[in-house]
Every structure is written in C-alpha cells, then in structure tokens.
C-alpha cells in the first residue's frame, strides 16, 4: 500500500463493554493532506466552534503524534470535567491508537508526514455521572477503537460483498429495541 496514494478513506469502530461511560465510537477520515484531506484539515482546524472544539491528538503536551490527527467532538462540550477527560485520557488514547496502526503497518510509516486523520470523537456524557473513573479502561478502550477505525478504513472494511450478503442479517441495535418496546 505504501506506493498507493490515499486520496480520502472513511471507516468506524465501536468498542464497549468496559466500566459505564468508557465505550468509544470513533468515526475516521484519513487521506493524503496535499489533496481534499489537507483543506478538510485545515478547514477544521482553522474554524473552530463552541462546544466542539477541534484539537490535535497529542501523546503529552508539545508531542503532536504522526500522522497529524485531529479530534471533533461528537459531543456538545460544556463541562470542564468532561473536557479534562477528554482532552486527557481520550487525547492521549487517540494518539497511541493512531501510533499502534503505524505500528502495525496499516498506516505505512514511510507516509506517516504525507497523511492526515480526522477523528470524531465520542465520549459518553454518562462518563460525568462516574464518581470514579476507571481511566485505564477508558484510556485502553478508546485507543483500540481508534486503531480499529483506522485499520477498517485503510482496508476498505466491511467490503461491498459483506454488506450485500449479509444485508438482510443486520438489525440496527436501536431500531431493534423499538421493535421489542424497549424504547
């Protein structure tokens, strides 16, 4: 892969099963920044909006990780707990999860100053109801997802064959719980 250029893949992951507010779904972007990836970018980061603040993933601060990777909230941001949270253990979590898939080699490391990643981030607001957070799971559990996200985007996962032959196999979880009254 690392000749193939990566104009714009998009991919998603979702991990739970962790302590109450830990699940992570984050939703990636990753393409070459000298194409639309780059003004996406930019756009994104030069125009910032209240609530949704738009952060560079870092390991600790003044270390930027590579492929540059942008976080968005998915999530209204209005408590300085939720914020410390996220721009902490998440920040950090996004960043491992973006170095283990240059680690693995989904993303190939001789294009790892060519590429740039926008994650959306979510982190659930039930994380506010904790009165004790288990940071390492929720640290452990967003960087897998992240990981997981990048490695189904680079592989074009799941494939249109899937989709198609499992179609009729997969029920929207929530529209699931409407039809058994559970919402």
């Known amino acids: 892969m690392s000749d193939e250029r990566i104009i714009m893949r998009v991919g998603e992951a979702l991990v739970a099963g962790g302590p109450p507010g830990t699940a992570a779904e984050p939703e990636v972007a990753i393409g070459e920044m000298n194409g639309p990836m780059g003004t996406a970018f930019a756009n994104l980061l030069g125009d910032q909006v209240k609530g949704h603040t738009r952060v560079l993933a870092i390991m600790n601060t003044d270390i930027m990780v590579r492929p540059a990777t942008l976080m968005v909230s998915k999530v209204?941001?209005?408590?300085?707990?939720?914020?410390?949270?996220?721009?902490?253990?998440?920040q950090g979590a996004i960043a491992n999860g973006v170095l283990d898939a240059v680690r693995s080699g989904d993303i190939p490391k001789e294009k790892a100053n060519d590429l740039g990643i926008i994650v959306s981030v979510w982190l659930s607001p039930a994380i506010l109801e904790q009165e004790k957070i288990d940071h390492k799971a929720l640290f452990d559990i967003h960087r897998e997802a992240t990981f997981k996200a990048i490695q189904k985007a680079l592989r074009n996962e799941p494939s249109i064959d899937w989709l198609l032959e499992n179609q009729e196999k997969i029920v929207h979880k929530y529209y699931q719980m409407g039809l058994d009254g559970k919402l």
Request: hydrophobic share 35%; glycine share 6%.
């Open 76 to 90: 209204t941001v209005k408590d300085p707990r939720y914020t410390n949270i996220l721009m902490g253990t998440v």
